[in-house]
């Protein structure tokens, strides 16, 4: 069974699998948060959110705030090794 090789259940195993796809769409996709829990079949958007931040610890918009700062801070990384 899933949850004596992983130390949790089904549902929560798929919940993290759903978390992961939804970073990737937050990181590469730039998607809405209503538009990704809606995606991953989520029923509501709260619902989603509130998932999010018990597996990941931050809000969907927390986590899309951070991947902006973290592109701005490596785009002028880039800048600067350029000049």
């Given at each position: 069974?899933?949850?004596?090789?992983?130390?949790?259940?089904?549902?929560?195993?798929?919940?993290i699998?759903k978390?992961?796809?939804?970073?990737k769409?937050f990181?590469f996709?730039?998607?809405?948060v209503?538009?990704?829990?809606f995606?991953l079949?989520?029923?509501?958007?709260?619902?989603?959110?509130?998932?999010?931040k018990?597996?990941?610890?931050e809000t969907?918009?927390q986590?899309?705030k951070?991947?902006?700062?973290?592109k701005?801070?490596?785009?002028n990384?880039?800048?600067?090794?350029?000049?």
């Amino acid at each position: 069974a899933i949850s004596k090789e992983f130390g949790f259940s089904f549902n929560k195993y798929i919940q993290i699998k759903k978390i992961e796809e939804a970073k990737k769409e937050f990181y590469f996709n730039d998607e809405k948060v209503i538009d990704v829990s809606f995606k991953l079949s989520f029923s509501e958007p709260s619902y989603f959110s509130k998932v999010f931040k018990k597996i990941q610890g931050e809000t969907p918009i927390q986590y899309k705030k951070n991947i902006i700062l973290e592109k701005e801070k490596a785009g002028n990384k880039d800048e600067e090794s350029c000049s």
